[in-house]
């Protein structure tokens, strides 16, 4: 069954991108009354400090079941987020791709598919919410190239956003870099000429970007060098689409993301950090 339309549609590596790279866009939106699509490229189950941390266990400890007990928690957690953000659970598609292993994924040509390091896993899955290809297909899809794109494409045709928001091909986290690059193959796909907007999340350390540290809702982002090297990396600055934020919608992104819990238990401050008064964007530089 086709997908209805939306008007924006933001593609997340993982549960959490979502809300501190577009809490504020996706508020936006809906007080605009304009449909808003999240697809969750991976569920999360890739993190062993923060299953370690839930768990009070050792990560050497940790076993294959612990991790997808971490993506049941991470879908909940995004649910729980959009509601914050004024999404519904329908608004909302995890494609159950392996946390941590997406450019394998993408480099996979065989029919094979390869083995999430975390879970053991080697076709998508949705313990707590179904993922896409089983819901829209009856069984779930290996972890090959042709079955994410062919996932991404069908999702972007249905859908016939006006918008895109993605993670930037210069974001340093590999998941990052490789959903960029699915996007950005299935918009050739289907043509895709509506417009295409990144957002950096990491770039370096943690201490490095975003800038400043913490929670300023009564500033906005900067540039700053450490050791010769300006963050972000990669990308113009000034950015060219810096969106403003209200105090409110502020307050309303901070909600968002606190509950991404179990993420926030390793990361708050870093995540914290992307509560600014403005969300920044770039357009992709790569040519479809």
Known sequence: MALPPADLLVFAPHPDDESVGAGGIIQQAVGAGKTVRVVFITSGDGYPQAMAAHLKRPVAELRAADFVNLASARQLEAV???SILGLHASDLIFLGYPDGALPDVYANESPSGIESPFTKLRSTYGPAVADYHTSTHGQPARYTRRSLVADATEILRDSEPAQIYVTDQADTHADHQATFNVVT????????????LTMVIHSGSVESWPWPGGATASSGFEAHAVDGTTYPMGVSWPPPVRVPLTAA????KLKAIAA??????????YLE?????EELFW?????L
Do not use: L
């Not at 193959?185 to 417009?195: D, I």
């Not at 919608?249 to 309303?252: D, G, H």
């Not at 991404?260 to 401050?269: K, L, M």
């Not at 357009?283 to 040519?287: F, K, L, N």
């Open 80 to 82: 729980a987020a959009a």
């Open 185 to 196: 193959e299935a918009a050739a796909n289907v043509g895709y000429s509506g417009e295409r």
């Open 249 to 252: 919608q502020c307050a309303v």
């Open 260 to 269: 991404h819990a179990s993420q926030c238990t390793v990361d708050r401050d």
């Open 273 to 277: 950090s992307f509560v600014k008064a």
């Open 283 to 287: 357009r992709p530089r790569q040519a």
